[in-house]
Each structure stands twice: as structure tokens, then as C-alpha cells.
């Protein structure tokens, strides 16, 4: 007998699960689009795959589905006006590109350019969760930015990630 589990208990539950915040794009077929992501993991590194969870409901979620391939873009903490304009439906797609520069990789995907690291990938396969898709992506290409830092968002905040100087102990 499995428990029942109330639904707003959950998400304030899953608000206490800090996620690194990535903007996912894609261009193809069925056009250029975006959106901003915290439900990004690793699968595997052989071969190197990495899944994106995107809500069916997302008017992003056709043109992943259609042009079969993004990447994913972590970002930095001076990238949280960038994440708040890709994560709102009030901006256009042209509004939300021309808020950074991008280039191109492997697979034509918008690549931010200075992320902390981009992920170029193809996706191989798209599995339905509840109101979700799961997407499992093979990695084509990785370009990693300068000095890692990072942006996750926690108990429904951004936070800054910066990296901790160590002292070296001899022993």
C-alpha cells in the first residue's frame, strides 16, 4: 500500500532540493526557443548523457521535441537576469536572445557564451513522466567557461556558488 502524498507538501519539499540553474536551448525546424532549467542530471559518461526534464505544457517543449537537439547552459551568478527573462512567458524569443551573446557548437544550439559550461547534445530519447518529459541527451560537444562558479536555486531563491580557496597541508 503506497502512501498518498499531497502535492503542495511535495513542491515545498522539492524547493529544499538546491539545483544548479541552466538555460536550455534549441533551434531546428521548429525554430529557436529556450527556457530556464534547475531539472538537469547526469546519466552516464559513457557515452557521456545527461537528461533535461521539461514540462508538456511548455510552449518550449514542441520545438526540443521537433528540432531533436539543445544544449544546456549552466550559469554563473551574474547570469540571474538572464534566468528570471528566459524563465517568464512574457518575453519573446527575440527578447530573451538578445539579453546575451551566443555562438554555435556541434548541433546548431544557441550556446551562451560565457557560461560556466555549455553541453551541446542530441537527443536520443524522450520518456513521459506524469506532466513531464524526461529527455535523455547524448553530449556531441562541451565547452567549458572560465573560472567555475555557479547559480542554484534553493528554498525558491537564487544562491551564488563560488569556489573555496583551500590551503594545502603538507603531511
Not at 24 to 50: Q, R
Not at 75 to 100: I, K, N, T, Y
Not at 140 to 168: K, W
Request: aromatic fraction near 6%.
Amino acid at each position: 500500500m503506497s502512501a498518498i502524498v499531497d502535492k503542495g507538501e511535495f513542491r515545498e519539499a522539492m524547493s529544499r532540493l538546491g539545483a544548479a540553474v541552466n538555460i536550455i536551448t534549441t533551434d531546428g525546424p521548429a525554430g529557436l526557443h529556450g527556457l530556464t532549467a534547475s531539472a538537469v542530471c547526469s546519466v552516464t559518461d559513457d557515452p557521456p548523457t545527461l537528461l533535461v526534464c521539461v514540462n508538456r505544457a511548455s510552449n518550449v517543449h514542441a520545438a526540443l521535441s521537433q528540432n531533436g537537439v539543445l544544449c544546456v547552459n549552466v550559469l554563473a551568478s551574474r547570469h540571474q537576469p538572464l534566468s528570471d527573462l528566459f524563465g517568464r512567458g512574457a518575453h519573446s524569443v527575440e527578447q530573451r536572445f538578445a539579453g546575451a551573446e551566443w555562438r554555435t557548437m556541434h548541433t546548431g544550439s544557441p550556446a551562451l557564451a560565457d557560461a560556466v559550461v555549455s553541453l551541446d547534445c542530441r537527443i536520443d530519447q524522450i520518456t513521459e513522466v506524469g506532466t513531464h518529459s524526461v529527455f535523455f541527451c547524448r553530449v556531441a560537444g562541451i565547452a567549458l567557461g572560465g573560472q567555475p562558479e555557479g547559480l542554484i536555486y534553493f528554498n525558491r531563491a537564487y544562491h551564488d556558488i563560488t569556489p573555496v580557496e583551500r590551503e594545502l597541508c603538507d603531511s
